[in-house]
């Protein structure tokens, strides 16, 4: 079975100050974690994944296996960062995408 | 178009009555995914069709639950005697070929389903 854990429901933080959404997962083979964003009155969309090991807006996040996380961080918040955040797990080809139960970030100014 | 579609994209029923949710994905897209998103629930998989095989329905919470999808495009959600718990969004996704590496799911707006 997966499962994805985001421990935070919500998360507040002043505006440049550093932020990290935790996501801890269960999966027995090798998964591919992705994290996903939904902005106030706009669709869920992807934000990253851990195989491209990129940074999209300022975020990066690394996988950690022997931990099992995949946290998302970003050293200086922005208003605009402030939305809802999925980290989700897949088990690789034809394997459904499951979620964590998200966290909403809120930067205040 | 060109992303998911879904529709309605409110529908409020009466407890015991049936709804339809139908979504229209990308085009070429064979994998086709269907999620619950309750407050503070968070999002809970319900099904997964991919091309010809046979859909994935271990997400489905009850046999009031149904889905299909025609022709390996239109799907639609079906929710029979709805009940007040059924309330959510239903977000429709697809993507190219399944989940494989490389491949993004691109998520409809939802279908906000209030029972009353």
């Known amino acids: 079975a997966q499962r994805v854990t985001q421990p935070e429901k919500l998360l507040s933080v002043f505006k440049g100050a550093p932020v990290e959404l935790k996501c801890n997962y269960s999966?027995?083979?090798?998964?591919?974690l992705f994290w996903y964003v939904q902005y106030s009155r706009q669709r869920l969309q992807l934000l990253l994944r851990?195989?491209s090991r990129e940074s999209i807006k300022g975020f990066t996040a690394d996988l950690n296996k022997g931990e099992t996380s995949f946290h998302l961080k970003k050293p200086f918040a922005q208003e605009e960062d402030s939305a809802m955040y999925y980290c989700?797990?897949?088990?690789?080809?034809?394997?459904?995408?499951?979620f964590g139960g998200g966290t909403r970030l809120m930067v205040k100014p | 178009g060109a992303g998911v579609s879904q529709s309605p994209s409110n529908k409020v029923t009466e407890k015991g009555k049936d709804v339809e949710l139908r979504c229209d994905p990308i085009s070429g897209h064979t994998a086709l995914y269907w999620y619950r998103q309750s407050l503070g629930q968070g999002l809970e998989f319900l099904i997964y069709f991919q091309g010809n095989s046979a859909p994935d329905k271990s997400g489905l919470p009850s046999d009031r639950f149904s889905a299909e999808r025609t022709g390996g495009s239109v799907s639609t959600l079906t929710i029979q005697r709805t009940q007040q718990e059924d309330s959510a969004v239903y977000l429709c996704?697809?993507?190219?070929?399944?989940?494989?590496?490389?491949?993004?799911?691109?998520f409809g707006e939802g279908s906000w389903l209030t029972v009353v």
């Open positions: 999966y027995s083979g090798s998964p591919e």
């Open positions: 996704a697809s993507s190219l070929g399944g989940h494989l590496y490389g491949n993004t799911i691109y």
């Open positions: 851990h195989i």
């Open positions: 989700a797990l897949s088990g690789g080809a034809g394997n459904m995408l499951t």
